[in-house]
């Protein structure tokens, strides 16, 4: 298996990634030879939230300051915008064990690395997916996935006003306390070197993992 591409591809609006996304998901369902890849960028203001009716995350959807897109991942309510590092992996999980806790595992390993390598220790809060340091939440993870081949990912807070947030309940955890890189100590960091360092993570995981490993004889071992 070819390795995974990595794209820096800064400020993008939330429709237009969206597209790209669906494009390239489309395009590895038909053809399992299509290059996996790594979509690292920036959001203008907008609120995701999962297929999901219970939608009280949002709490008041009418109120809300930036437009909201109803997607096809798991989980509540959550913010984008600028200052974050958002990373969508187009991945074939039909190689990779089709295990999707260990996907998120593997997607939690990666933003924990990438931390680690600013100087900020974060790690994970039992019950809960995401990536925390010291129980503030320092990034979101939600992902879809069709036919096996995943999309969405990882929302890494790194600089700038967390306010977004303040609208909604993130994934749907009450009281919760969100944080970045900055407030952590890494600062004067900006999202495009976070983004260089997010790559880095990725190809040292996708090497060293077994998840990232293409399984060629059946499914990965728990």
């Known amino acids: 298996m070819s390795a995974i591409v990595v794209r820096w591809l800064g400020r993008v609006s939330y429709a237009d990634a969206?597209?790209?996304?669906?494009?390239?998901?489309?395009?590895?369902?038909?053809?399992?030879?299509?290059?996996?890849?790594?979509l690292l960028l920036e959001h203008e203001p907008v609120f995701t939230i999962g297929r999901t009716q219970d939608q009280s995350s949002l709490r008041e959807p009418g109120a809300l300051p930036y437009p909201v897109?109803?997607?096809?991942?798991?989980?509540?309510?959550?913010?984008?915008?600028?200052?974050?590092?958002?990373?969508?992996?187009?991945?074939?999980?039909?190689a990779r064990g089709q295990d999707l806790h260990r996907y998120l595992r593997a997607l939690e390993d990666v933003v924990i690395a990438t931390c680690a390598g600013l100087g900020v220790e974060a790690g994970r809060r039992e019950g809960f997916t995401g990536v925390w340091v010291r129980g503030r939440k320092i990034a979101s993870i939600g992902v879809g996935v069709r036919k096996w081949i995943t999309m969405h990912g990882f929302a890494l807070n790194v600089c700038g006003p967390l306010d977004g947030f303040a609208h909604i309940t993130p994934c749907g955890i009450g009281g919760v306390d969100m944080t970045s890189l900055e407030r952590e100590g890494a600062a004067r960091v900006?999202?495009?070197?976070?983004?260089?360092?997010?790559?880095?993570?990725?190809?040292?995981?996708?090497?060293?993992?077994?998840?990232?490993?293409?399984?060629?004889?059946?499914?990965?071992?728990?």
Do not use: C, W
């Open 190 to 222: 900006s999202v495009e070197e976070v983004a260089a360092a997010a790559g880095e993570a990725f190809a040292r995981l996708e090497a060293h993992l077994p998840f990232f490993r293409a399984q060629k004889n059946g499914p990965a071992p728990n």
């Open 18 to 38: 969206l597209a790209m996304q669906e494009d390239l998901v489309a395009r590895k369902i038909v053809d399992a030879a299509e290059p996996e890849q790594l």
């Open 69 to 94: 897109h109803v997607i096809n991942r798991g989980g509540q309510a959550t913010y984008h915008g600028p200052g974050q590092l958002v990373g969508y992996p187009i991945l074939d999980l039909r």
